[in-house]
């Protein structure tokens, strides 16, 4: 299973974004959806994660408060949106899956490029 992650694009410091994350049917249940990005020169870093079954999530520090994550169960998709977005956010965002806590994260796809500009 591959999850494509889509959405991104060049856009203004302080505009939204909204990614998505498809993947077949039933490629999400019963996992954990997470999010990450890396800058050119830097290392992978955790934005979220959404439980695919409870719903609930969890941001990192650099986007919580300016984030949400969502999911649509009959479309089999993941969202996580972007509000004020900062030149800091300039990244290639990836989704994978992970069981639960394990955080042994999987399915890993091609990711969408966000580029923000000052």
């Known amino acids: 299973v591959q999850l494509q992650a889509s959405g991104g694009g060049l856009v203004q410091a302080g505009a939204s974004l909204r990614l998505s994350c498809a993947a077949s049917a039933n490629a999400f249940n019963p996992y954990t959806v997470g999010w990450f990005r890396q800058a050119t020169g830097k290392e992978r870093e955790f934005v979220g994660r959404?439980?695919?079954?409870?719903?609930?999530?969890y941001y990192a520090a650099s986007i919580k408060g300016r984030s949400t994550l969502s999911r649509d169960r009959a479309r089999n998709m993941v969202f996580l949106q972007i509000d004020n977005l900062k030149p800091e956010d300039t990244a290639v965002h990836y989704c994978?899956?992970?069981?639960?806590?394990?955080?042994?994260?999987?399915?890993w796809g091609q990711g969408t490029e966000v580029t923000v500009s000052s």
């Open positions: 959404i439980g695919w079954n409870s719903g609930v999530t």
């Open positions: 994978a899956r992970a069981l639960g806590a394990t955080e042994r994260w999987e399915s």
